[in-house]
């Protein structure tokens, strides 16, 4: 059976310092996959998808960047994090033919 | 462009009415799929339904039902005896056919309150 794994579940970074947020799924190959980010109070933005390795697209200009070193790991990374980075983080695939995506329990970031 | 609009923010019903939650979403592809995902305390999106665009049957799983109409580009979800237990946030979501894959884009969610 297919699973993903998001780590940390919490993080508390002080500002201006990197961020690296990882996740992996088990159990599919050439998934796509996504990082989304939910505000307080607020919906799920999608940040970046990727459809194969080394391919990610980016869907809004931020302070945030992503990479697919391998098949079935996505990484959100930062180089220097701001107070508005804090909010929920969530990463998800999908089968290739737009499936349902299953969702990681999430990081909760706090930046200070 | 994509979008979806949930222009309930929050909901606040008591146990046992029926409630409605409004998608209404923007396309220009005439193959998407539409999905609606429901997010507990926990944190975790729970995924609940999909309907491609060139399925309008309305569908009913327990006490949940979906309506889908392309004429008003609408997928509105109606939970009937709502209980405590289906508060949470609800999101609704769109996905296009884009080269080379998918994107999912989500609404801005609507939370539901069910008071005893």
């Known amino acids: 059976s297919q699973t993903i794994h998001q780590w940390p579940a919490t993080l508390v970074q002080p500002v201006g310092s990197p961020l690296s947020l990882e996740c992996t799924v088990e159990g599919t190959s050439n998934p796509n996959l996504y990082w989304y980010r939910q505000a307080a109070g607020r919906g799920l933005q999608l940040l970046f998808y990727s459809v194969g390795i080394g391919q990610i697209s980016s869907e809004v200009p931020q302070n945030l960047s992503a990479s697919r070193p391998q098949d079935r790991q996505f990484i959100l990374s930062s180089k220097k994090l701001l107070l508005s980075d804090s909010g929920f983080y969530l990463c998800a695939w999908e089968e290739q033919g737009n499936t349902e995506a299953f969702f990681g329990q999430g990081t909760r970031l706090t930046v200070v | ?116």
């Open chain 2, 1 to 116: 462009a994509q979008k979806v609009t949930q222009a309930q923010t929050e909901i606040s019903v008591v146990e046992k009415e029926d409630v409605t939650l409004d998608c209404v979403y923007e396309t220009r592809d005439t193959t998407y799929y539409l999905f609606w995902y429901k997010q507990p305390p926990s944190g975790e999106l729970v995924f609940l339904i999909r309907r491609n665009s060139f399925d309008e049957q309305n569908e009913i799983s327990g006490r949940y039902s979906w309506n889908f109409q392309k004429s008003t580009s609408s997928f509105n979800f109606t939970i009937t005896a709502s209980q405590v237990v289906d508060s949470a946030v609800y999101f609704c979501a769109l996905s296009e056919v884009n080269t080379g894959g998918f994107k999912t884009i989500f609404g801005a969610g609507t939370r539901l309150f069910v008071k005893a």
